[in-house]
């Protein structure tokens, strides 16, 4: 008898494949400049033979190298195919049918495509009109019967942060509930405060992290999961065989392992922040981002004829958001170094103009 589960069916997605290449692509919180030529060249300089490309990936040494850049042991992390993997298994194995995950919104759309496909009762905390996220709303929403708390730090898109604080007073209530805490830190570097400790010393706290941001490597798709023996024993078995590649862990490794790799990349992305902040303070304009690669920032024309202008008149991507609290539509920006803020300002100044 055929079949088709409803939950696929009534899944929505949007799949966009349109060609990127030659673009300015600052919509997809990438690194626009990609990593340095030199770090790549060492990385797979006399390491790409026949052998490397035929065999199946070998784990073990990378997870190792990671664990000791983490200040831990391979107990404590699992590698994925990016960090959205590890948040599916983490939602696959930590709730029940039906069961009750509370998160904020709007947030990584992954959390509610994967609470959607399977099955999951997702509460949604959503940010007030003056786009601040209260501990106090989070908290209110962790009831008796919840099984899985998801908070980004930073959070995409907002921008937000938790100070160490807050996230304190929703431990005291996940503990007190059973509740399973997963945090998202795929944009940790660019933000230095990390709940890493609590996934290391606690059970039911797991930290996901991406090599697709701050480490430049979103080609590659690498990512990891961190939390306590046990739980990262479970994640693993959802985890199908050779779920990452060999290009991956090898590139990833050198970027660990080559002294300022990532303190330069950091820093040339820092210095582009700096410059597209008070170039925008300069000309008036009101932006949202506390923290992250990305910025809103509130046109003073129309935002979605500046994305189509962009793209079309000056090979830039960026995207609109609607209703971002107080600031309405507004455009979204990838940061990233100096060189294409310039770019980008430059353009965004010619276009939106009253």
């Known amino acids: 008898m055929y ?14 494949q349109n060609a990127r290449r030659g673009y300015l692509r600052l919509d997809l919180n990438e690194n626009p ?44 992390v699992c590698l994925t195919n990016g960090s959205s993997e590890a948040i599916r298994y983490v939602i696959e194995a930590f709730t029940s049918d039906n069961g009750r995950i509370v998160g904020v919104v709007p947030s990584y759309f992954m959390f509610q495509i994967y609470s959607e496909m399977y099955g999951k009762n997702i509460v949604q905390v959503p940010y007030r009109d003056d786009l601040s996220m209260y501990v106090e ?5 962790l009831t008796e019967d919840t099984e899985l708390l998801i908070l980004l730090n930073p959070n995409n898109p907002m921008g937000n942060v938790y100070t160490r604080e807050e996230f304190e007073q929703i431990m005291t209530v996940a503990r007190e509930k059973e509740i399973t805490v997963l945090v998202d830190e795929a944009y940790h570097y660019f933000y230095p405060e990390t709940f890493l400790d609590y996934a290391l010393n606690e059970e039911h706290v797991f930290v996901t992290r991406t090599f697709s941001k701050a480490f430049s490597m979103a080609g590659c798709r690498l ?8 739980g990262i024993a479970m994640v693993q078995k959802l985890c199908t065989p050779h779920n990452t590649n060999a290009f991956a862990m090898q590139m990833a490794e050198t970027i660990l392992e080559t002294p300022g790799a990532i303190e330069g990349l950091i820093e040339r992305f820092s210095k582009g922040r700096s410059y597209l902040i008070d170039a925008l303070d300069e000309h008036g304009y009101k932006y949202q981002g506390q923290a992250g690669n990305f910025l809103f920032i509130q046109p003073k024309t129309d935002a979605h004829t500046i994305v189509a202008r962009m ?12 209703d971002v609290g107080h600031l309405g539509t507004c455009l979204r920006v990838t ?13 965004l100044l010619e276009l939106d103009r009253l």
């Open 311 to 322: 793209k079309e008149e000056k090979k830039i991507l960026i995207k609109v958001y609607p």
């Open 33 to 76: 400049g990609g990593l340095p030529q030199e770090l790549i060249d060492k990385a797979f300089d006399g390491v790409i033979t026949p052998e490397f490309v035929a065999q199946y990936p070998e784990t073990l040494h990378f997870t190792e190298v990671l664990a000791k850049h983490l200040g831990t042991d391979i107990s404590h």
């Open 137 to 141: 709303d989070i908290i209110a929403e």
């Open 335 to 347: 940061i990233g170094e100096k060189q294409y803020m310039e770019q980008f300002l430059n353009a």
């Open 3 to 16: 079949f088709l589960d409803e939950k696929v069916r009534n899944l929505h997605r949007i799949f966009d």
């Open 223 to 230: 990512g990891y999961v961190i939390g306590w023996p046990e």
